[in-house]
């Protein structure tokens, strides 16, 4: 089961429809941008996403809506774009001190 931050917390389309809108992958990271912030803002430092499995669309399977694509050379190239998102994310924020936000390093 996915469990996911209510409002106020931005809300946001299943992995599969942000993945189907944009070829590029750019709303898949500002998704990982917006959700590695808001994470970090409330104390989380540990995010499961993406989900990396590969399901076909139309078999009204429970992942389908979860995974990137039914191709895996997609899945992992959208992957790759959330996850190093995510991290370029965690390596800014832990270079600053957590309470006045000052680069310590």
């Known amino acids: 089961s996915v469990t996911r931050l209510p409002p106020p ?25 917006i959700c590695s912030n808001e994470l970090r803002a ?9 989900v ?5 669309v139309g078999e009204d399977y429970f992942m389908e809506r979860r995974a990137f694509s039914d191709d895996p050379k997609e899945v992992a190239r959208l992957a790759c774009l959330v996850v190093e ?8 924020l832990n270079n600053n001190c957590p309470h006045c936000g000052e680069d310590i390093n």
């Open 9 to 33: 917390w931005t809300q946001f389309p299943d992995a599969r429809i942000m993945a189907d809108k944009d070829v590029s992958g750019r709303a898949l990271v500002d998704y990982a941008r």
């Open 42 to 50: 409330i104390g989380i430092n540990m995010n499961f996403a993406p």
């Open 52 to 56: 990396v499995d590969v399901c076909p």
């Open 85 to 92: 998102e995510m991290q370029k994310r965690r390596r800014k």
